[in-house]
Structure formats: structure tokens, C-alpha cells
């Protein structure tokens, strides 16, 4: 009979894990005196404990991990941690529902930024760091997380991280050791994260609100402190800051690594994904500008320009915040932005989406079967930079590329079936797919996702974490072959 206690011991151990590090916000809370602090205390509580009776129970069994194992792990720790990651909210907020909190912590740990709360500026400092220090955590990863802070305790971590981390890094490791590559990792994430913080601190934000922000930014979320996200502000510096530092998390962090260890900005040229990503951004953001100054959307260009740049970056790396309400620009500047943010966003990044790597890969497929149908006996290999794609990764990128179309074909439905308009229902499953976070209509950057009944909401906390894991990492736990023994 097949045994998950290794399982349920590794996911024990990673929601002790979860539970300390809300320890974080309860020092903010206590330092500043803000009234939240009972609330951690709770949920500190009833979080470790529940983790340590789970380990306890389940620690007796000990064998590595199997590559299924993985999966599982991977799955449940993102449909289990956000339970834990809504209790300070649900304890602090007690006329927020059990749902309504559940989405928050889902939006919050897989980087999506859809938030259903109002009223954020008289909120707890430390509550607004907690939903973003989720950003933080989720950016990265809960499991690349515990696997750089210990093995595991004997229970193999390189099948969780093949799980967790975008495409690339499955299949090659920066270091020897699973446990040295996590690491380096987080440590390139955290510089980025305290510069970020330091940049935005000088740019005229106060400490706290520059902290949250930085959270934000670098795990490509979508929380703000404020209400009126990032245009509270007002600030041209500051928005050029985020667009900066969103533009860098929006890279693979492998790339940033290896140039960090190496003192050498080589891998950046020798990343192929980056030249797309840069070109296609700046074609959109020139685009865009000239299509909307044809339609008188702002004063002058200047001021067309800054709102392009920062919306097109935002939401097309999967960050989400906003300065300005662009539902009120012509559907065409919608729907592109929205667009971009299915597939702009590195592979090994914090983003969403398709990745920018599988969008080249599926365009140079479908320039080869042109070429195909010209010329039948041709041979013309699929290349990306100086290496061959093989068949076996473009059948995969197909697989997951028919999935991504079929999850938000189906999600829509559902979504419409449930009574939300057809533009809502959409852009509602795109930016949840994508993690990206706003939408239009009803869920555009000027509103949140709260209007939406109990439902409708659990459908995209669905959504939020099968984009979170690329699909497949939650697709292959619901197949009835993965039960069998």
C-alpha cells in the first residue's frame, strides 16, 4: 500500500516553517504598537501547532521523496499554506469571510495581487506587511524556500524543487547541491528585494511603505498599502523605480546569479529570452502611446508616455499595480496589456504567464512547419540561442501551451455560467491564470475582485494556483493514473 506519511511529515515541517515566519509581521506589530499583534499570536498558535502535530504523527517513515511525491507536496502546500496565511487577516478583520480571506492569502502567496479588500490605508502597517511579505514568499517559492533552508530533514528536496521551479531549472541546477542553488537563489532575490526598498526609500516613499513595495515588486505581486496602489503617490521617480526593478524580477533570477557570482554582465547577453522580452515591451509601449494619442486619452505625450510605460511594464511582468485606471482607455489598450502579461515574463522569474520562453519556442515551431509546408524535405531544426530544441520539449511547450488555452476557455465559461459579464469573466481568469492580478469591468485596477459572490471567488483561488504551479503541477494530482498504485 503506498504511504504518504513522508508527504504529510515534509508538509508538516514546511507549515511550522510557514508559521514562524509570521513572526516577521508580529514584530512589526509589536514595535509599532498598530493593535494587530493577538492576531499573530493566533495564528502563530494554531499554525505551528498544527504543523508539529502533523510532523509528529507522520515523522516515523522516512524515505526520499519519489518524482509523484514531489507533485503532491507541491500541490497541497499551496492549497494548504494559504489557509494559515488568511488566519491574521480573518483575526484582525473578524467581518472578512473564511472565503473572502482564503482568497486573499491565495492571491498574496502566489504573487497575483487580487485583492478584496478596501480601506487599505487605515490598516495595520503590519497587515499590509504581511500580505505583501506573502508576495515575498510565494515570488519565489514556499518549497525553493524550505528546501535553501534545510534538506528536509533527510526527505530528498530536488523533486520538489523540479516541481516548483519554472521550466529551465528543471532541468539543469546552477550548483552541484539542490539546497547551494536554492540558496543562491533567495540570496540574489533578497539583494534585488533590498535594493528595491532602498531605491523606493529615497525616492520619497517613508520606510514602511517602501518595505511593502519592495515585497511587492520583487515577487511581481500586486498588493499596495494604498488604496489607489502605486498612483497614490503621484511620484514620476517612484514609478520609474518600480519600472526598473520590475523589469529586473520580470528576468530570469538564474541569469542575475550567474552574473552576481560571475561579477560579469555575459549571462544577460547570453540569455535568449531577453532580447524578445525588451523588444516586444518597447514596441508595445511605442504602440500604445501613438494609438492613444490619436484617441486624445491623456493631455499631452509626455503624460501618455509615462502612463503607458508604467502600465504596459506592470502589467504585462505580472507586478499589477496601477497609477491610473486604464479601463478608460480604448478596448484595443486593454486587451494588449492584458495580452503581454500572458506570456512577457522570463522563465525562472517571479512572473506569470506562459513564459517568454515558450511563447519563442511556439513561434519558432510554427515558423518551421511554414517552412515545412514549403519545403517537405527541408530539415530545420527548432533553436533557441545556440542550442536545439529537442522534440520531446516542444511536444511539452504544445501540451502546456493547449492546457493554458483550454484553462481559460473553461474558466471563462464557468465564470459567465455564474452570472458575471463575458469582459469580467474573462479578464477575471486571464489575470488570475497569469497572475497578474487586475482585470477590466468589474475587476478593473479602479475596483476589486470583493464584488464577486462566494463561487466565484473559489473558482479563481482554483485558478490563481494551477497558474501559480504552470498547470500541470496541479493538473497531474487530479488525474485518476496518479492514485494508482
Known amino acids: 500500500m503506498r504511504s504518504y506519511h513522508p508527504i504529510l511529515s515534509a508538509l508538516g515541517l514546511i507549515v511550522m516553517i510557514f508559521g514562524l515566519l509570521m513572526g516577521f509581521p508580529l514584530g512589526i506589530s509589536l514595535y509599532l504598537e498598530d493593535g494587530a499583534d493577538l492576531a499573530y499570536d493566533q495564528a502563530i498558535i494554531v499554525t505551528f501547532l498544527a504543523g508539529a502535530s502533523l510532523w509528529l504523527w507522520t515523522r516515523g517513515t522516512r524515505r526520499d521523496l519519489r518524482p509523484s511525491d514531489g507533485f503532491l507536496l507541491v500541490a497541497l502546500t499551496w492549497i494548504v499554506t494559504p489557509i494559515f496565511g488568511a488566519l491574521p487577516l480573518i483575526a484582525y478583520l473578524p467581518d472578512l469571510s473564511f472565503t473572502m480571506a482564503y482568497f486573499e492569502a491565495v492571491s498574496g502567496l502566489t504573487a497575483t495581487g487580487a485583492t478584496v479588500l478596501s480601506g487599505l490605508d487605515d490598516l495595520p502597517i503590519s497587515i499590509n506587511v504581511w500580505r505583501t511579505f506573502m508576495h515575498w514568499i510565494g515570488g519565489m517559492g514556499v518549497i525553493v524556500l524550505v528546501v535553501a533552508i534545510l534538506p528536509l530533514l533527510g526527505i530528498g528536496g530536488r523533486q520538489l524543487f523540479k516541481a516548483e521551479v519554472p521550466t529551465p531549472m528543471k532541468e539543469t541546477s546552477l550548483t552541484p547541491r539542490i539546497t547551494e542553488t536554492a540558496k543562491g537563489l533567495w540570496v540574489t532575490y533578497l539583494l534585488l528585494t533590498v535594493a528595491c526598498g532602498l531605491s523606493l526609500w529615497f525616492a520619497g516613499m517613508d520606510g514602511w511603505d517602501a518595505l511593502i513595495h519592495a515585497f511587492t515588486v520583487a515577487g511581481l505581486g500586486g498588493f499596495s498599502s494604498k488604496d489607489a496602489s502605486l498612483g497614490h503617490f503621484n511620484s514620476v521617480p517612484i514609478e520609474l523605480i518600480v519600472i526598473f526593478f520590475a523589469l529586473l524580477a520580470g528576468l ?37 502611446t501613438v494609438f492613444l494619442m490619436q484617441f486624445n486619452a491623456h493631455t499631452d505625450l509626455l503624460t501618455t508616455l509615462r502612463y503607458v510605460s508604467f502600465h504596459v511594464v506592470s502589467i504585462s511582468t505580472s507586478l499589477g499595480l496601477a497609477t491610473y485606471d486604464y479601463t478608460l482607455w480604448p478596448m484595443f489598450a486593454q486587451v494588449w496589456i492584458l495580452f503581454l502579461g500572458s506570456f512577457i515574463a522570463c ?50 511547450v504544445l501540451g502546456f501551451s493547449f492546457m493554458y488555452m483550454v484553462s481559460i476557455v473553461s474558466l471563462t465559461l464557468v465564470m459567465a455560467a455564474s452570472g458575471v459579464d463575458l469582459i469580467t469573466a474573462f479578464s477575471a481568469v486571464v ?25 466565484q471567488t473559489w473558482v479563481l483561488s482554483f485558478t490563481m494556483i494551477l497558474g501559480r504551479l504552470e498547470i500541470f503541477t496541479l493538473l497531474v494530482v487530479l488525474t485518476p493514473v496518479f492514485w494508482r498504485r
Not at 533570477?253 to 550567474?258: D, G, N, S
Not at 497572475?435 to 459572490?453: D, F, I, K, W
Open 252 to 288: 530570469n533570477y538564474a541569469t542575475h546569479y550567474l552574473a552576481l557570482v560571475r561579477r560579469s554582465p555575459r549571462p544577460y547577453f547570453n540569455d535568449p529570452e531577453i532580447p524578445f522580452y525588451f523588444l516586444v515591451l518597447l514596441l508595445s509601449v511605442l504602440l500604445l
Open 347 to 396: 522563465s525562472g522569474s517571479t512572473g506569470g504567464g506562459i513564459k517568454m520562453m515558450r511563447a519563442i519556442i511556439l513561434y519558432k515551431q510554427v515558423y518551421r512547419e511554414i517552412v515545412r509546408s514549403l519545403h517537405p524535405n527541408a530539415v530545420h531544426p527548432v533553436r533557441l540561442g545556440n542550442q536545439r530544441v529537442s522534440e520531446d520539449v516542444l511536444h511539452a
Open 431 to 455: 489575470a488570475c491564470l497569469n497572475n497578474t492580478g487586475p482585470g477590466l469591468g468589474a475587476v478593473g485596477p479602479s475596483l476589486n475582485y470583493a464584488g464577486l459572490n462566494g463561487f
